[in-house]
Structure formats: structure tokens, C-alpha cells
């Protein structure tokens, strides 16, 4: 007859396991000897070899009392179930380590690798770090809505940068953004450029809003807003120079004199 501790020693397993066992009911706990010690006997070494091997297969501790009473044709069945949950799990842990082997890549944890390759044109153009992280997030936004649009209009936007005004301006709303106070006469100049710009597309017939409809362009306004409070400021001189919005630009019918 064995102590508790040459049964946990035979079926490779801690005392501490033993006594769980007892307490969920897995394992028949024996009657004590006349010295007040429990002692088992062969049949509890096979038992616990058992449970040991169909939980370390990851057979939940509740399924492993029906699956050691079961017939081999339930048992089989009990198996299948198992192993299709596991598989389950297994393609649920590899996303899970694509997603954090992915936070290591910045901007494409969530971005498509064209947005991605976008932000690294901002920053060769000279764009600051925060002004970049206010367009990602941007970006996040839209792309959560219009995901398969945003990879349609990557070729636009980048396009837009070989224009030396875009640079300009990217680098302006960058001195403004990495600046505390001030910058008035950068605000002007951004909104100059951007009046500019729009004057220029509004002319030629092209679409100011890149087709964004719903509140998205309000959620990038207020975005625009919560990243720097300057933002308004910027929206009131552009309504100065005749168009309204930050986002979706749209020209007012009468710009202010």
C-alpha cells in the first residue's frame, strides 16, 4: 500500500493534485489506516495515470470523470470533440501571436501596410512625430469604416506629397504641433495653404471630402480638435478665407469679406 506521496510519485504528479482530485471527485479518496494515514492501492495508481494523462492532453478536470466511465465508442466521440476545441484554440493562440508579433511593426498593427508606407512618407517629408500620430489615428478611424476604400485612396494621398505646398504644410501643422503656445503665424500660413489648395481642386472639379460621408467627417473633426485645441482656431481662419470644416471642406456661398 502506497502513501499519498509514492502515488503522486508514480503518476508523475504534486500531492497538492492528489488532494484536488479527491476534492472534485476524481480520484475515490481511501479510508485512513490505524495510524490516521491514507493509503492506496494499485487500482488508485492506475486511476490517477489516467487522469493525469487525459488532463495533461487538456481534457477539462469536469469531463474527465464521464470520459473514464465511458464505452470506447463514447469515449472516441468525447476524444473528437476535444480535439476540435483544441484546434480551435490553437488557431485562436496563433492570431493571438500574429497580433503581437505585430506590435513590434508600429503603424501596421492595425493599418493596411499601404497607410503604413504612407506615414513613412510623412515622416521622410519632415512631419513630427506627433503630427504622424495624429494622422494615424486619423486614418484608424477611417479605416475601420471604409477599410478596402482607404487602400484605394493611399495612391492619391501620396501623390499629393511630390506637391512642395502639401510638404509645406505638413511641416508647418508640425512646428504648431511640437510648439505649447503661440503659433499664430503658422496658423496662418496653414490656413493659406489649405485655402489655397482647396481654391485649386474646387476650380478643377475634384471631390474636397475623398467621398467621406456620414459622421465620420465630424468624428475626425472632433479628433483634429481633442489632439490640439488649436484646431479650432485653424477652422475659424479657413471659414475667413471662404470654406467650412476641417475635414470635409465645403465652400461657403458668400466667403467672409
Not at 207 to 235: C, H, S, Y
Amino acid at each position: 500500500m502506497l502513501t499519498i506521496g509514492q502515488l503522486a510519485a508514480y503518476a508523475g504528479v504534486t500531492t497538492r493534485a492528489v488532494r484536488h482530485y479527491h476534492q472534485v471527485g476524481l480520484l475515490p479518496e481511501p479510508e485512513r489506516d490505524a495510524s490516521g494515514y491514507r493509503r492506496y492501492g494499485a487500482r488508485a495508481v492506475v486511476s490517477l495515470i489516467k487522469i493525469r494523462t487525459l488532463a495533461n492532453a487538456g481534457v477539462p478536470l469536469s469531463q474527465i470523470a464521464r470520459m473514464l466511465e465511458a464505452d470506447a465508442s463514447t469515449f472516441a466521440e468525447s476524444v473528437r470533440r476535444i480535439d476540435n476545441h483544441l484546434l480551435d484554440e490553437i488557431a485562436r493562440l496563433k492570431t493571438s501571436r500574429q497580433q503581437i508579433a505585430r506590435l513590434t511593426a508600429g503603424d501596421s498593427l492595425v493599418l493596411a501596410p499601404q497607410v503604413a508606407a504612407y506615414l513613412d512618407r510623412l515622416r521622410d517629408i519632415g512631419a513630427s512625430p506627433r503630427m504622424v500620430e495624429a494622422e494615424r489615428d486619423g486614418w484608424i478611424l477611417v479605416a475601420a469604416r471604409w477599410p478596402d476604400l482607404v487602400v484605394e485612396w493611399m495612391p492619391f494621398k501620396l501623390a499629393q506629397l511630390d506637391d512642395p505646398r502639401v510638404v509645406r504644410l505638413y511641416r508647418v501643422l508640425s512646428e504648431i504641433f511640437e510648439s505649447d503656445t503661440g503659433g499664430d503665424a503658422l496658423l496662418e500660413e496653414a490656413a493659406d495653404i489649405m485655402a489655397a489648395l482647396a481654391e485649386e481642386a474646387y476650380g478643377s472639379g475634384e471631390v474636397l471630402d475623398d467621398g467621406m460621408q456620414g459622421d465620420l467627417p465630424d468624428l475626425l473633426d472632433a479628433l483634429a480638435v481633442e489632439t490640439d485645441q488649436r484646431a479650432e482656431r485653424l477652422r475659424d481662419l479657413m471659414r475667413q478665407r471662404g470654406w467650412s470644416g476641417w475635414t470635409r471642406l465645403e465652400r461657403l456661398a458668400e466667403p467672409p469679406g
